[in-house]
């Protein structure tokens, strides 16, 4: 039996932060990617925000950009958060897998 397809997780949970459906439109995972990069932007030039408790966004990139692989939006903001995000504390992980029952 085929499992389902496991959501593309974005956003803090550890924040009560909800997760976007799997089904969100790319316009909706850009918001929270620019999000992240108005962050980064922050910490960089304001070394007392770069002191905050890191900043992590759940993400599954892999699926992401399958999913939208001509989306050269998305592709940019992960790729800007992946290169500027780590300097600052700022950064993407993968969700942990859950299991279906």
Do not use: C, W, Y
């Not at 007392?48 to 999913?67: N, S, Y």
């Not at 998305?74 to 290169?83: C, H, P, T």
């Amino acid at each position: 039996m085929d499992q389902p397809t496991p959501p593309t997780i974005l956003g803090r949970p550890s924040f009560g932060k909800q997760a976007l459906p799997h089904d969100a439109p790319a316009f909706a995972f850009a918001h929270q990617l620019g999000r992240a990069l108005a962050q980064i932007q922050q910490r960089e030039t304001n070394p007392q925000a770069a002191a905050r408790e890191r900043f992590v966004l759940f993400i599954d990139q892999d699926q992401l950009l399958a999913r939208f692989p001509r989306d050269h939006e998305l592709r940019g903001l992960l790729e800007a958060v992946r290169l500027r995000g780590e300097a600052v504390d700022v950064v993407l992980n993968s969700p942990t897998p859950t299991r279906h029952a």
